[in-house]
């Protein structure tokens, strides 16, 4: 039977000397220096993760090549599939992704800004690396085209881009559907939200996602501990759980996120 | 078994599909020697063969078209030879998937006598991420690994003709062959990724490199 999969994943940036560095937000302020690519991705492939992801936050050019570099020191010493995401806006972005050691690429904006992006990515290197990530927002007007009750309210989901900081107008469970359509193999969902309050995933995002589609959904944003990811696979219907901060500082173990859900019959590998 | 002081020289082969870094590395640290090959001749002087594979069946067969004369002569000299994902599935005679896009012809080894079937329309597909493997017969490939998971991802899946040719079996739906291997032993094949398989993993390519 498949398992649910855990997933840390990773924000890399550029230091001070230009080299690639982990950096963590931290209760909504400054993002935090959190250690080495490599080091990290070595530590979570032997603490059993499922998988992990690497997300380039540099977003400039100059940063690109560093960053592919790096993916290639993290995919030699990571046994486990490896989802790269950051910057991907044509199909060349996608091949030399793929060909510096990723397994999957995660598009964002630029799947967004052109669609026929995940139809190309698809048929030219298979729907399973293709990763389509959202960046949701909850709205309470009536501009939207799939609406859920949220504390006793109606209210849609808005994709974002630049962090949130943007609204794009476009409905995200459509948008899911439509990515699925597209060829997409997984939808990665972030929620802007629920993003670094450790209260738990949004729950309410993440069941309308995975009611719509029937691609793998991996939920992200909110994770506080392992009751929250026991939530997100058995109210919401996830297949794989993202986390960064609770793995990053050592507050949780991947093995006891893992043996917390075990024991209450989510099946997980360990 | 060798007894030699020297690493086991293993041949990946590379006609042109995909990402061969992963399975590189994790030979290398089961402690191959590896060398990527477009060069058929250079299978001669291998102690075993990786074939690896991503995508759809007929291209697989077409862009290891000029490998399929030594392949075959590798197997029939007895040497290990390893299939992985696709490259397992093109271990068989043939492949539904070639059927559905028109290339009914296309001709997997038939190394291992039987065709891959899609999965039933009602799961989705690809079979993505980690699934449980039930050994169900003794072969050195999946020595230590009954009852652990590895990475899959995939859409069809191989029916041997011989229902003893499968080795292991993983569960979505129903079982299917996760491992097979001829009767001789020496071809063998992973629908899942050892080298995304972690632990499991690596453990099934030491076991690899061990026989070659």
Redesign the interface.
């Known amino acids: 039977?498949?398992?649910k999969?855990i997933i840390p994943c990773i924000d890399v940036d550029l230091d001070e000397d230009g080299k690639a560095a982990v950096y963590t937000g931290v209760n909504f302020e400054d993002l935090a220096y959190t250690g080495d690519p490599v080091e990290m991705a070595k530590k979570y492939?032997e603490a059993?993760a499922?998988e992990f992801v690497f997300l380039d936050i540099t977003a400039s050019a100059e940063g690109r090549e560093t960053m592919l570099d790096t993916v290639?020191a993290v995919?030699?010493e990571v046994?486990?599939?490896l989802t790269v995401g950051g910057g991907i806006r044509t199909r060349e972005d996608v091949k030399e992704t793929?060909?510096a050691?990723a397994?999957k690429v995660s598009v964002n904006t630029g799947a967004l800004d052109r669609p026929e992006l995940i139809t190309e990515g698809a048929e030219s290197f298979?729907?399973?690396c293709i990763v389509i990530s959202v960046d949701a927002r909850r709205r309470f007007d009536e501009e939207g085209e799939h609406y859920v009750a949220v504390d006793g309210e109606s209210c849609w989901f808005e994709c974002t881009v630049k962090g949130g900081r943007e609204g794009t107008g476009v409905d995200v469970v459509s948008w899911a559907s439509e990515a699925e359509d597209r060829g997409a193999?997984?939808l990665f969902v972030n929620s802007i939200d629920a993003d670094g309050t450790k209260d738990g995933y949004d729950i309410p995002l993440t069941k309308a996602v995975c009611d719509t589609v029937?691609?793998?959904v991996i939920a992200s944003s909110g994770c506080g501990g392992p009751e929250d990811a026991s939530e997100v696979f058995t109210e919401a219907g996830a297949?794989a759980a993202l986390a960064a901060s609770i793995f990053h500082f050592d507050e949780y173990s991947i093995r006891a996120v893992k043996e917390y859900l075990d024991d209450r019959g989510v099946p997980v590998?360990l | 078994m060798s007894t030699r002081q020297a690493a086991a020289e293993v041949v990946v082969v590379d006609y042109g599909l995909g990402?061969l870094?992963?399975v590189t590395?994790?030979l290398e640290?089961a402690g191959a020697a590896v060398t990527l090959s477009a060069d058929p001749a250079d299978l001669d002087s291998a102690d075993g063969v990786v074939l690896p594979g991503?995508?759809a069946f007929s291209e697989g067969m077409d862009n290891a078209g000029p490998f399929r004369e030594t392949l075959v002569e590798a197997a029939e000299a007895g040497r290990p030879l390893f299939g992985i994902c696709l490259g397992m599935q093109m271990l068989l005679t043939t492949s539904e998937e070639a059927e559905h896009a028109g290339q009914g012809d296309a001709e997997g080894l038939d190394l291992v006598p039987g065709r891959n079937v899609r999965f039933r329309s009602d799961l989705?597909v690809?079979?993505?991420?980690?699934?449980?493997l039930d050994v169900t017969r003794d072969h050195p490939i999946v020595e230590g690994v009954d009852g652990e998971?590895a990475?899959f991802?995939h859409s069809y899946y191989a029916e041997p003709d011989d229902p003893g040719a499968t080795v292991a079996t993983a569960?979505?739906g129903d079982d299917f062959a996760a491992v097979v291997a001829n009767d001789r032993g020496n071809v063998f094949g992973t629908q899942f990724h050892p080298?995304?398989?972690?632990?499991t993993?690596?453990r099934i390519l030491r076991n690899f490199v061990d026989l070659c």
């Open positions: 039977m498949l398992t999969r492939n059993g499922d290639s995919a030699d046994f486990i599939p793929l060909r050691g397994d298979g729907s399973q193999g997984e029937s691609t793998p297949d590998r | 990402n870094r992963s590395r994790g640290r991503v995508g989705t690809p079979h993505m991420g980690w699934n449980e998971h990475y991802v569960e979505y080298e995304k398989s972690g632990e993993g690596l």
